[in-house]
């Protein structure tokens, strides 16, 4: 085992090769938000929360840190005004399609973000992929992807897939940080459209 050491928020932080800075933080017992993160799954830097300021060799520059490697006297600053004016704006972003989601009200408490900031498109979906990376990667039923992107990219139950495995698996459910009654919601109108289609 190589260790690395590292420091993060003024505290020495020692990792392992081939750990991610948001790894070595949670290690170390300092708190970095996330929303798409899962330790079972491969990171996807999709939510963009745990984004942190990084300094080496003298260069400061923003990352993902549950993408980023760690490094040898890595410099890491998990708040900072710039790294929480971010948190700020994306929480106010993601509040625009799950305004009640209760992890995102406590982030907003949390940063000072207005819920009202941007106007609602409620879909309750915001995107983390939490429920399809898990389907696939760990439960392997692949009953559930993602429809599109960019802008209109979705979340859907593949519905003969999804009427043959969900009712019985549910794992994805309460991995949901905006609840799991929209993906309830999904998953039922997939199984109906698979029985009268």
């Known amino acids: 085992m190589t260790e690395i050491h590292l420091q993060i928020d003024g505290q020495a932080v020692v990792a392992e090769k081939g750990m991610t800075v948001l790894e070595a933080a949670r290690s170390a017992g300092i708190f970095i938000p996330t929303l798409c993160y899962h330790e079972k799954l491969e990171p996807f830097g999709g939510c963009r929360l ?3 300021e990084v300094e080496e060799r003298g260069w400061t520059r923003l990352v993902v840190s549950c993408v980023f490697p760690v490094a040898e006297n890595l410099v890491v600053r998990t708040r900072s005004e710039k790294v929480d004016r971010i948190r700020k704006m994306l929480i106010e972003l993601l509040m625009a399609h799950a305004p009640d989601a209760f992890e995102l009200v406590e982030l907003a408490k949390t940063y000072g973000a207005d819920r009202n900031r941007f106007e609602k498109e409620a ?3 915001i995107h983390c992929g939490l429920c399809v990376r898990y389907c696939n990667e760990v439960a392997k039923k692949h009953a559930i992807g993602f429809v599109d992107r960019g802008m209109r ?3 859907s139950f593949i519905p003969d897939v999804a009427l043959r495995e ?5 794992q994805c459910f309460e991995l949901c940080p905006t609840e799991a009654l929209q993906a309830a919601y999904v998953l039922t109108t997939a199984i109906a459209s698979a029985k009268t289609g």
């Open 50 to 52: 745990c984004i942190v």
């Open 123 to 125: 879909s309750f979906c």
């Open 166 to 170: 969900c009712w019985d698996c549910k």
């Open 153 to 155: 990219k979705e979340i």
